[in-house]
């Protein structure tokens, strides 16, 4: 019996090529790798299986990371009283545009058409969270009496709704995933501490695990957190040129302590405000993941964050090539599971393999075993990767495809995961040194910006907000962040001259366009 084909077969998605229309290349290979798809509701997006997986894995990841540093999980209400928003005043106007307000509690009928009831208006109007630090501060009030209780350190999974007026599928959507970390410290020094330990989390599990390089600094006063005293942030940048905050970390002095009267015994017997910070990444890391490291030919995965680190693909024309080269794959698919691999074994009918090798890349898996009679009769395996880094004058195809003794196939997986996850690291590292300039001047910058090949600008600045605003309007870029020194490459070290007011600048700091 001979493979069965579908006469109607799902026509493939094609990808738009990056080069040609880089927007439309992100929808593509989220539609072509099944990840989400729009809702119907404007603005909210479905994360499809294949996509959740993926969300899935940076959870326990970042989870096992919080934990380690002390951190437990709880949760808190979706809804938040008008009243408690309202309470730190920068915080509210800092969100006001984006909140989704509910007035009323019920439905009824009128004439047969399903109508809001005049009669459920709420006493009070209830804010769905945008995020969370009024209503968990509410909390606090009653947890904390002493020093004995702190610090209190409390991270939240949870979903939460900003009221977008321009979507795009994970990077930015009026309801998305998120976690958001919420600590109290009896002192200003310890609460800073956290929000660099925190910021230094992220920026970890952006390189080691996303593989995507990062840069850590602090934002510019006009882009802090509302309510915040300091936000720190990881910047990172896309294959299109472009920066994509990718996690921020925020320093809340006693703000949100002041307003929700969070007051504590300190150790000599005086009262005071607790200090605080909150913290937070969301779904926006998917998107990242696809614009730092796929292709024309879909989802590339690093690795760590593979739902499927390995498919295998049986390849037979009848009933008794079938039954051996099934067998043989669910012997190999046991073996890699073994050693504490994911492993689908495609063994579906009605699909031709190049079908399957089409729809597996992709969704990004790392690498396909393909098993077919010769393969059995050789005693080998044909190891395809998903990606290879290029190597001038040899044919990529080739440099995919091996034919390996079965043994050492087997016993070659997990190394060559691991060498997939450094290359993509350092394939988006030296993409970004290559899009990454040092301007000494507005008239460079204006030229950088105005090519196809813009990225970073390392730029000395010394304007105020009113400044940044104006270069947004001039050239569509922003102050992504004032690095930290040790991210200073050594061409942008050393004092100079703002590039549009000509004051003195200490230090450079990263501008480009964004997200």
């Known amino acids: 019996m001979s493979q069965k084909i579908d006469s109607n077969p799902k026509q493939p998605v094609a990808v738009t090529p990056r080069a040609q229309d880089y927007a439309q290349w992100y929808l593509d290979v989220i539609k072509r790798g099944d990840l989400a798809e729009h809702s119907l509701v404007r603005g909210c997006m479905v994360i499809k299986p294949h996509g959740y997986a993926i969300w899935e894995k940076m959870q326990r990841e970042l989870d096992d990371r919080f934990k380690a540093t002390g951190h437990v999980n709880a949760y808190f209400?979706?809804?938040?009283?008008?009243?408690?928003?309202?309470?730190?005043?920068?915080?509210?106007?800092?969100?006001?545009?984006?909140?989704?307000?509910?007035?009323?509690?019920?439905?009824?009928?009128?004439?047969?058409?399903?109508?809001?009831?005049?009669?459920?208006?709420?006493?009070?109007?209830?804010?769905?969270?945008?995020?969370?630090?009024?209503?968990?501060?509410?909390?606090?009030?009653?947890?904390?009496q002493s020093y004995r209780d702190l610090p209190l350190l409390i991270n939240q999974w949870a979903n939460v709704v900003r009221w977008e007026m321009r979507t795009r599928l994970?990077?930015?959507?009026?309801?998305?995933?998120?976690?958001?970390?919420?600590t109290a410290h009896a002192t200003e020094q310890e609460a800073i501490e956290e929000t660099f330990r925190m910021l230094d989390v992220y920026a970890d599990f952006a390189e080691n695990v996303l593989a995507v390089p990062v840069i850590t600094g602090r934002k510019t006063p006009g882009e802090r957190f509302a309510g915040a005293l300091d936000t720190l942030c990881i910047e990172?940048?896309?294959?299109?040129?472009?920066?994509?905050?990718?996690?921020?970390s925020h320093?809340?002095?006693?703000?949100?302590?002041?307003?929700?009267?969070?007051?504590?015994?300190?150790?000599?017997?005086?009262?005071?405000?607790?200090?605080?910070?909150?913290?937070?990444?969301?779904?926006?890391?998917?998107?990242?993941?696809?614009?730092?490291?796929?292709?024309?030919?879909g989802l590339v995965l690093p690795p760590?964050?593979?739902?499927?680190?390995?498919?295998?693909?049986?390849?037979?024309?009848?009933?008794?090539?079938?039954?051996?080269?099934?067998?043989?794959?669910?012997k190999v698919a046991a073996e890699l599971k073994s050693q504490g691999l994911s492993v689908k074994?495609?063994?579906?009918?009605?699909?031709?393999?190049?079908?399957?090798?089409?729809?597996?890349?992709?969704?990004?898996?790392?690498?396909?075993?393909?098993?077919?009679?010769?393969?059995?009769?050789k005693g080998s395996l044909c190891v395809v990767r998903r990606f290879v880094i290029?190597?001038?004058?040899?044919?990529?195809?080739?440099?995919?495809?091996?034919?390996?003794?079965?043994?050492?196939?087997?016993?070659?997986i997990k190394p060559l995961l691991d060498t997939m996850q450094r290359e993509l690291l350092e394939r988006a590292r030296q993409f970004r040194a290559k899009r990454s300039v040092v301007i000494n001047t507005i008239e460079e910058f204006e030229r950088y910006f105005a090519g196809n090949d813009a990225g970073f600008a390392w730029v000395h600045w010394a304007g105020d907000h009113a400044q940044e605003d104006e270069m947004a309007r001039r050239f569509e870029t922003s102050?992504?962040?004032?690095?930290?020194?040790?991210?200073?490459?050594?061409?942008a070290q050393g004092a100079g001259s703002c590039i549009l007011t000509g004051q003195p600048s200490a230090q450079r700091v990263v501008m480009a366009r964004a997200y």
């Open 345 to 377: 074994l495609d063994d579906r009918d009605g699909i031709m393999p190049g079908a399957k090798y089409y729809e597996w890349e992709a969704k990004g898996v790392p690498i396909r075993i393909e098993i077919g009679p010769k393969d059995l009769e």
């Open 77 to 144: 209400p979706l809804f938040i009283p008008l009243s408690l928003l309202a309470k730190e005043e920068k915080h509210a106007a800092g969100f006001a545009k984006e909140c989704a307000v509910i007035t009323h509690h019920r439905l009824t009928t009128v004439d047969g058409d399903v109508v809001v009831d005049p009669n459920s208006k709420l006493e009070e109007p209830l804010i769905v969270r945008p995020t969370s630090e009024t209503i968990i501060w509410a909390q606090y009030k009653n947890w904390i």
């Open 251 to 297: 320093y809340l002095g006693q703000n949100f302590a002041k307003s929700s009267d969070v007051m504590f015994l300190n150790k000599d017997g005086q009262r005071e405000y607790v200090y605080a910070t909150s913290w937070g990444v969301s779904t926006r890391l998917v998107g990242a993941l696809i614009m730092t490291h796929s292709d024309d030919n």
């Open 170 to 182: 994970f990077l930015r959507t009026t309801e998305f995933l998120w976690q958001e970390g919420h």
């Open 479 to 491: 102050i992504r962040c004032v690095p930290f020194a040790d991210q200073i490459p050594a061409e």
């Open 236 to 248: 990172g940048m896309m294959q299109d040129g472009k920066a994509l905050q990718m996690g921020t």
């Open 304 to 330: 760590k964050l593979a739902p499927i680190h390995v498919v295998l693909v049986p390849i037979f024309k009848n009933d008794d090539e079938k039954a051996r080269t099934i067998e043989e794959a669910t």
């Open 390 to 412: 290029p190597v001038e004058g040899q044919d990529e195809r080739k440099l995919r495809k091996q034919f390996l003794p079965r043994a050492e196939a087997i016993a070659a």
